[in-house]
Structure formats: structure tokens, C-alpha cells
């Protein structure tokens, strides 16, 4: 039995091991900037390039022990510093590392920069140092504050192509990676620790604007949508109703009814049983502690209105010796 138990907990282990292992894998490589000259400051207000990191997951990823490097041949060139909180990536956010050549600075600063005039690789390695995680080679010749990012966070090829069949402003898309600067004015700007893309506007209203310029699909959608409520409501409420009545049937012939009595009782009129209803609110004080039973009676609490000529001194005053 204790055997048992071991493999079973070692499997555990290995199970959550490895879904945490796996977990690095959503890590990208979002957006890049060379050359820092107006952009963004670290924590000492110097102006550097920057890697930004995406965790495209639903969970969050700690990117401790992961490996970036500038140099396919020395994987491990750079570690990220385990212990620091700052670590820890949550769904759909970033990280942002600083390419200054400066690790004594912190966790976010990395121990190699970038040529401007040449093409730069960037890497992001595994804890193995080995399990190649993401890469992308950003072009020679960049020009200043103009980073090179993903078109949208932590997209794949599989996501564009996707994009290209269902969203009209995809179709003439053929890049993943593209240049973002201040000036184009199309909604994509150098967004170190933010979406590549800022959504200021929503994809399925446009898509309804341009297939449906008259609204008579999203009319027709609603319509349908309230028609096939009513609809289930009503199968629902005759069922639910035929279901009390068999179930006051099944009541009756246990106190001795017949079927056509029970029947009648349970065909009624709403007068009656709002009546009955009625009469139970009114006479709340006046019902036995049998609750079938209501028995009317007078009550022996006196009652008069504060207006009545009780309350006045019309009698005949007493005298008093």
C-alpha cells in the first residue's frame, strides 16, 4: 500500500513539474528597441535599448532561470535572477528587460548590448539552458525611438493566418513582425510593458459596419434571439405546469379524492384561489394553528379611529365632591 501511495505522489510531482516546465513555453519575445535616444528611462533615468517579454498564457509564468542571450553559441549568456518577485509575469502582461551591459543594476538589466548597424539575434532559453524557448533576428539599419515588435502580443504565424481568413483588416497582412513608432497614427506605438496594439476600437462592430451597413443581420439576430427566449420559456412554464398538476393529482388520491374531484380542484378559476389568497393576507390574525383551516370571527379588540366621538367631551362630565 505504501508503494502505492509513493508512485502515486512521485507521478503527482512529476505531473505539476512538468506543467510548470511546459508553462515557460507561452513566454515571447513581444518588441525590441535598438536604438533609446527619446523613449522610455529605467529606474536610473538613463535611456537604453530594451527587450520586452509577453507571457501569452492564462497563467502566470516566473521567468527566473531562464536564460537571454544575443549569441546562439552561449545559451546561457545571460540568467535571469531568481528570488526577485518582479519575476513573476501574469497572464497577458510583460517584462521588461534592459540591454546595458549593466547586470550589477538589477534583475531587469542584462550583461550584453546591441549593434545598431548590424543585425541583432535575441534569444530566451529554459532553465536547461538548452530548450530554446523563442528568438528573432531584428534587422540591421534601425532608426531611433522606432522599436520591432510582434503585430499583436504574443502572436504566432498560426495567429495571423487565422487573422488573414476571418478579419477584413488582416487580409493584406503577410508580416508578423513590423516597425512601431509615434508617428504613423494608426494605433501602434513603441509601448514598452504594454499591448503592441492599443484597441481603441472593437473588431466585431467594425466587421457589422462593413457586412451589415443597413443593421438588417443584427436585427434580425436579436429578434431571433428574444423570439427563441419567449419561446423556451413558454415550453417551460407548460411543463412545469403540467407537472404541478399531475403532482396534485398524485396528493389527492393519497387523501382518498377521486380523479374527477381532484380535477376540480385543480381547475378552478383564478378568482377563486385569488380570493382565497386575499382572504389569508386580510385575516392573517384569524386563522387556526391548522393552516387548511380559516375561521372567521369577530375580533375582541375594540377599535375606534382617532376621530371618533369617543375621544370627545360631549358625555356628561362626573361631579366630583
Known sequence: ?????????????????????????????????????????????????????????PGTVNIAGCYLTNDLRQPKKYMVSKGDVNTLISPRQHALFWVDNLPSRGTFHVNFMLDST???????????????????????????????????????????????????????VTELWMYFDDYNNDGRYVTPSSNNKILDTNEKIENFKTNDKL???????????????????????????????????????????????????????GEIYAAIAMAIYEATELHDEEHTILTIKEKAKQYSPWSSKIYTLRQTPKLIR
Open 215 to 269: 443593421g438588417v443581420g443584427m436585427t434580425a439576430t436579436a429578434m431571433g434571439v428574444v423570439f427563441i427566449g419567449l419561446i423556451a420559456l413558454y415550453f417551460s412554464f407548460k411543463l412545469i405546469g403540467k407537472t404541478a398538476i399531475r403532482m396534485s393529482h398524485e396528493r389527492a388520491k393519497s387523501t382518498g379524492l377521486t380523479h374527477e374531484e381532484a380535477k376540480d380542484v385543480a381547475e378552478q378559476s
Open 1 to 57: 500500500m505504501k508503494g502505492k501511495i509513493i508512485t502515486g505522489l512521485a507521478l503527482l510531482l512529476f505531473t505539476v513539474t512538468g506543467i510548470q516546465a511546459q508553462r515557460t513555453t507561452s513566454l515571447k519575445i513581444n518588441e525590441i528597441l535598438v536604438i533609446n535616444n527619446n523613449n522610455f528611462v529605467d529606474e536610473y533615468g538613463q535611456r537604453n535599448p530594451w527587450i520586452e517579454i509577453y507571457n501569452a498564457s
Open 118 to 172: 548590424k543585425p541583432n539575434l535575441i534569444a530566451l532559453f529554459d532553465s536547461d539552458g538548452r530548450t530554446l524557448i523563442d528568438s528573432v533576428t531584428v534587422p540591421a539599419g534601425q532608426r531611433a525611438d522606432v522599436s520591432y515588435g510582434l503585430i499583436e502580443d504574443g502572436w504566432t504565424f498560426k495567429n495571423l493566418q487565422e487573422a488573414q481568413r476571418t478579419l477584413p483588416s488582416y487580409k493584406n
